[in-house]
């Protein structure tokens, strides 16, 4: 069983920028190193957003104060 997301952001060493997910509703999902794995129903109305943050702004770029 993969664990369940609502969000995540991967962060890259000596990087500017990080790579940020949001789900809805949460996903289930499988990391293998640097690689996320994911679905998404088309059907069932699941909804994502994938965009990159700076460093310790992942909050803010999820919207949440």
Known sequence: ???VLV???LEFPRG??????NFAP???AAFQGARMK???GSLAS??????FCKP???DAWRGKK
């Not at 500017?16 to 997910?21: D, G, H, K, V």
């Not at 699941?46 to 965009?51: F, K, L, P």
């Open 26 to 28: 949460p996903q289930e």
């Open 7 to 9: 969000a995540a952001e």
């Open 16 to 21: 500017t920028w990080n790579l940020a997910f």
């Open 1 to 3: 069983m993969w664990p």
């Open 38 to 40: 994911f679905a998404l």
């Open 46 to 51: 699941d909804n994502r957003q994938i965009g």
């Open 56 to 58: 310790g702004e992942f």
